[in-house]
């Protein structure tokens, strides 16, 4: 088995706990993130709070997601990616309520949802963004999870790694793709997969998301070249010694001197 694969056997084993229904509760409605891609003359940068993950351990335990989101807010991301999961990337849904609480750009809710309730509390737990993972979802599933996520008016990131997985996506028509250079299953990164994959399906039509394995202003201009209107970053923010800094470089593309 792959570490997916474990992930995904966690949650399934994690939905046994939940409720047969969760309530809705009543909230604002969620914040409009496609429309800042759209917008956006540069590239768009998510900006990840995360503590851990399979691939790297530890990457900052100790932070607290509150005060990592609103540096990320005060350096100009655009929207804040949040994990939720908490066995192996050690997050919570407290955090995500914390930090969407607390910011004024959209947040999302990055997780490996499989199931409607998971929506249901991400929304509760005041996401203004989903991730659907193509991977871990056959087609039934995905058109249904993305149809139920879109009827709560929260912003979708459909999420595929390679050709096979884009093909899958384009089919539901989805406003956001996110392209991951991270293999989920060997958790290889790659950071040429955004481009090979934009070269032959990019389109104006689309809002493409580069994924992982962007560390600097020189990998953040080669996803912008690529075609790519935002990117999400994690690991290089979390171990950053200045947030702003970091952020101001990779939204400019620009290789700050050492």
Not at 24 to 37: A, M, N, V, Y
Not at 118 to 137: E, F, P
């Amino acid at each position: 088995m792959t570490i997916l694969d474990d992930i995904v056997e966690v949650k399934k084993q994690e939905l046994l706990e939940y409720p047969e229904k969760i309530e809705l509760i009543t909230r604002e409605k969620p914040l409009d993130f496609t429309g800042s891609l759209k917008r956006e003359n540069g590239i768009a940068l998510i900006s990840e709070v995360k503590r851990a993950s399979p691939s790297q351990g530890d990457i900052n335990a100790v932070m607290d997601p509150l005060e990592q989101a609103k540096s990320y807010v005060r350096g100009g991301a655009d929207a804040i990616s949040v994990l939720t999961d908490k066995q192996f990337f050690k997050g919570s849904f407290d955090d995500l309520e914390r930090v969407s609480a607390a910011v004024d750009v959209p947040v999302l809710n990055k997780d490996f949802i499989i199931d409607r309730r998971q929506i249901n509390r991400a929304y509760n737990h005041g996401a203004d963004i989903v991730l659907l993972i193509v991977t871990i979802l056959d087609d039934e599933s995905l058109g249904d999870l993305y149809d139920y996520a879109s009827s709560l008016d929260l912003n979708i990131i459909v999420e595929v790694h390679d050709e096979v997985e884009l093909k899958r996506a384009l089919k539901i028509s989805p406003e956001i793709i996110g392209i991951n250079n991270r293999n989920l299953k060997t958790f290889t990164v790659d950071i040429g997969n955004t481009e090979r994959l934009l070269e032959k399906y990019g389109t104006d039509d689309i809002q493409f998301i580069a994924e992982s394995g962007i560390h600097n202003g020189e990998d953040a201009q080669r996803m912008k070249l690529a075609g790519a209107s935002g990117m999400l970053v994690g690991e290089s923010l979390m171990r950053a010694d200045s947030i702003e800094e970091k952020i101001q470089e990779l939204k400019a593309g620009k290789v700050y001197e050492s």
